[in-house]
């Protein structure tokens, strides 16, 4: 598997088919903050997971969001590599912190990098329960 950036509307059929169904490829890029770095994973030409990172809240945090992989590639490294690379991404642009609202069946994936429950669990509609979770860098 290779990771590498890609632009973040390469990233959008696989996000909206693994993450959000029922939303439009354009109701998708209406939450995609500008200046968002995109990462993919690539298994030869087919692209297996992706995520996204972006400076949101108070200055130096950035945000994960997007971390998507296609069900047949989970549990092989490819969410956990893209997680990396966004972390460094925003370690490298002098981010302090980054946080993320994560979908409680993947909190494990985001505890093993290091992050931590931040917040009670809570429902989003549509898509189900999620923790907000945190990370200093």
Do not use: K
Not at 28 to 46: C, I, K, N, R, Y
Request: neutral net charge; charged residues 25%.
């Amino acid at each position: 598997m290779v990771v590498r950036p890609v632009a973040v509307e390469d990233t959008r059929g696989l996000r909206q088919q693994v993450l959000r169904p029922h939303q439009s490829a354009s109701e998708l890029a209406s939450h995609e903050p500008p200046d968002t770095f995109a990462v993919g994973v690539f298994e030869g030409d087919q692209l297996v997971a992706v995520g996204l990172i972006g400076r949101e809240g108070e200055p130096g945090e950035w945000r994960v969001r997007g971390m998507a992989t296609l069900p047949g590639f989970r549990g092989r490294g490819a969410g956990s590599a893209v997680l990396e690379a966004l972390l460094d991404h925003a370690r490298r642009r002098g981010g302090t912190s980054v946080w993320c609202n994560v979908r409680t069946p993947a909190r494990t994936l985001y505890e093993r990098a290091g992050l931590q429950v931040a917040s009670e669990e809570f429902e989003l509609p549509q898509i189900g329960p999620h923790v907000v979770m945190r990370r200093q860098l």
